[in-house]
């Protein structure tokens, strides 16, 4: 309802219907002060836009070649324009990637997924841990029981020089695997220089590009509405909840340490408001030998430990990888299946085929096999055009299948004689940068048409005679 003012102009403005507003006063004289209107108002129809799956992205720079920007194909996850891969391109997600996978695996999706990670960094420093970062992943699941990781995402990490509070150095990470800067400092150390997750850095972008390959997000989204069939849905659902409770896991970052029961009294630690030491809880090992290199991990070194396999298993940071691709697993995060330690993409390759299309898993229990690889029918189609192959005559280029009449177009050569195109069923003959029909018709003598296939040539520019006498005959006549 609208309550009119004396002397004053009311005008309204259109109420949706999802919202309740009881009356809207839009006062309009030279004196009225704009603080007399809701500003709320304006963004009552601003709504977020929906992102289709290949607008993801878009114009995006590629890190391998110099295309005009990411053009994500419909389905496939690759550029339109040169080719490459999603995760080759500078993505910027609103959420981390990893914040959305741990938010799927550990049961506290809804705390990532609508988070922005655009908000002021947390701040952490060797005198004191950061206990509730605004990016930290929380201890446990919503029931208490569940020990989840303790990262924290675009962290600035403070630090002092020895005996001096002046000599203060900032570091600004995309990622830190806890909230104790002395531990942040030692565990980025032991890293190479080009795998430390610095803002702005190379580091930075391997780290986006190991968890865009190593955790494909569809992998776990058992919401993934590309799936349509019952049974496949179902057989996603008890992979992800396999995962959840038996496979994944997050490296622990320990201290390594003469004794194991230590007295934290002589520790370095935080005090909190009373001016009382506060026990971090921090977990140390004893010196033990790195699970992959054999090598020492001495007091004072830090090393990865896991919930799962030997309890007594270490390692140093920079050993801690997929068994698989011997890539540095992203973020800490490692899937355990007999014994070893996968990436979530090669782990899951070893429960299901992944489609060499869509590079997506494949539920279904009937699909294509083709050029040593598996397809989705759907995906096993031309690279250019789209259509689908069962059935059809194609040639592979790249890797990847193509009609007939797209591998002319894009990529059969030309005759240099007749100037057509050499399908790809048709035999042909090149030599150097020149090629040709391999027919009499197009390889043969210029001057007398001897039929030159199989036989000793000359070449005068792209002229093919069978002698010296013909070219020199044909010189004659022109």
């Known amino acids: 309802r609208f309550l009119p003012l004396p002397g004053r102009d009311i005008r309204s403005f259109p109420i949706p219907s999802h919202s309740f507003i009881s009356s809207i006063l839009y006062m309009e004289s030279p004196e009225d002060s704009p603080s ?34 990411l053009d994500l194909h419909y389905w496939r996850k690759r550029c339109k324009n040169c080719s490459c891969n999603l995760q080759d391109h500078d993505v910027i997600l609103e959420a981390d990637h990893a914040q ?24 952490i420093s060797n005198s004191h841990s950061l206990h509730e970062p605004s990016y930290a992943v929380p201890f446990a699941d919503s029931n208490g029981q569940r020990k989840v990781p303790t990262a924290a995402y675009n962290v600035s990490v403070h630090s002092y020089a020895p005996q001096s509070q002046n000599n203060k150095a900032v570091t600004e990470y995309a990622w830190v695997p806890m909230e104790n800067a002395q531990m942040v400092e030692k565990y980025m150390e032991s890293l190479p220089v080009e795998e430390r997750p610095v803002m702005g850095s190379q580091g930075e972008k391997n780290r986006k590009q190991r968890l865009a390959k190593q955790l494909p997000l569809f992998d776990f989204d058992v919401n993934n509405q590309k799936i349509n069939d019952e049974m496949e849905k179902e057989s996603l659902a008890k992979f992800i909840d396999n995962v959840r409770s038996n496979v994944v896991g997050v490296g622990e970052v320990v201290e390594v340490d003469r004794d194991e029961f230590i007295d934290r009294a002589t520790r370095n630690l935080s005090l909190n408001a009373e001016g009382q030491p506060i ?137 240099t004689t007749c100037h057509n195109k050499i399908s790809a069923d048709e035999k042909r003959l090149n030599y150097g940068e020149m090629h040709w029909h391999a027919e009499e018709r197009c390889f043969r003598c210029e001057n007398c048409q001897k039929n030159l296939i199989g036989e000793k040539f000359l070449l005068k520019e792209t002229t093919l005679f069978c002698s010296a006498k013909c070219k020199n005959e044909l010189a004659q006549k022109s």
């Open 279 to 415: 026990d971090d809880g921090q977990k140390t090992i004893l010196p033990t030998d790195c699970k992959t290199c054999n090598g020492r991990l001495d007091q004072g070194d830090v090393g990865v430990c896991t919930s799962h396999g030997d309890k007594d298993d270490a390692w140093h940071p920079s050993c801690f990888r997929c068994c698989v691709c011997n890539e540095l697993l992203a973020d800490l995060i490692y899937f355990y299946h007999k014994g070893q330690y996968f990436c979530g993409r090669h782990f899951a390759e070893k429960q299901y085929p992944r489609c060499s299309g869509c590079d997506e898993l494949i539920f279904a229990k009937e699909y294509t096999l083709a050029e040593g690889k598996s397809w989705h029918f759907e995906h096993f189609a031309c690279d250019k055009c789209d259509l689908r192959l069962g059935g059809h005559r194609y040639i592979t280029k790249d890797e990847q299948p193509h009609c007939l009449q797209c591998y002319l177009k894009h990529y059969a050569k030309t005759c």
């Open 36 to 69: 007399l209107v809701n500003p709320r108002i304006f963004e009552l129809e601003v709504k977020p836009k929906p992102v289709l799956s290949h607008d993801i992205g878009a114009g995006s720079k590629c890190n391998k070649c110099a295309c005009p920007g």
């Open 100 to 123: 959305i996978v741990i938010g799927r695996l550990f049961g506290v999706r809804e705390i990532f997924e609508g988070r922005i990670s655009t908000a002021t960094p947390s701040s």
